[in-house]
């Protein structure tokens, strides 16, 4: 953090336990947690104003994305959503994954969530994206709200496969005209574009085990 206010560097952050390798921690560790880095952004209160300019509520699943978590259950995803919301300082919003998570949040502190997509590939329909555009009511909703919230996005990682899956193709170019569109619909206020840049020797290892290697030449890049 210090580092980061003498660069002139103001942070987006997410606390996380679990990848597709470490397990996510059950709710009694995650509120213990939760109180010490409250005690800790009250205790360096000057340091976080300097560097903080965001925190996702992270915590739940891989990588605090929201998913395939497995000793966090469910029925504390409310209390996570809003502890988190409470602890950050004020002034500083908070973000969610999913539109699930965000309808958690209790009425008095939502207008200070926003949100983060963290699968932009330029298709406002996909399945991951943060509320698809076929659900119109709830997208239209979605919409509205995060127009005066502070809401972050990226792309997946440029050796990823669509969806996931091994028939799926590299995601390593994506349509710049569509990327750009789902930003300014999601009126984001900061957008990572280095998950898709793919280098040369790059690997996934996908969920069955095997693992493939992509590009013999230097590929596109993104929007």
């Known amino acids: 953090m210090n580092f980061f206010r003498k660069s002139n560097i103001r942070i987006l952050l997410r606390f996380a336990y679990s990848t597709e390798d470490v397990d996510d921690a059950p709710y009694k560790t995650v509120a213990e947690h939760l109180i010490q880095i409250q005690n800790w952004f009250e205790e360096k209160r000057e340091l976080i104003d300097a560097v903080l300019y965001c925190l996702q509520t992270g915590i739940i699943g891989y990588c605090g994305e929201g998913h395939s978590y497995h000793n966090l259950k469910r029925r504390y995803f409310k209390k996570i959503i809003n502890k988190a919301a409470k602890i950050a300082p004020k002034g500083i919003y908070t973000q969610v994954r999913t ?27 996909h399945k991951w994206s943060f509320i698809p555009l076929h659900k119109r009511k709830k ?14 996005g990226e792309m997946p990682w440029g050796y990823a496969l669509m969806d996931d899956k091994e028939s799926g193709a590299p995601i390593n170019s994506l349509n710049g005209k569509n990327v750009l569109t789902q930003l300014f619909k999601y009126s984001l206020t900061s957008f990572s574009l280095e998950h898709n840049y793919c280098e040369k020797g790059e690997k996934t290892v996908l969920k069955n085990g095997k693992t493939i290697f992509f590009h013999s030449k230097k590929p596109k890049r993104s929007a």
Do not use: C, P, R, S
Not at 108 to 119: A, L, T, V
Not at 139 to 152: G, L, M, Q, R, Y
């Open 99 to 125: 539109y699930k998570m965000l309808k958690l949040a209790n009425k008095d502190i939502k207008k200070f969530i926003g949100i983060h997509d963290d699968y932009i590939v330029g298709d406002m329909n």
């Open 139 to 152: 997208f239209k909703k979605v919409i509205e709200h995060i127009k005066e919230t502070v809401n972050d």
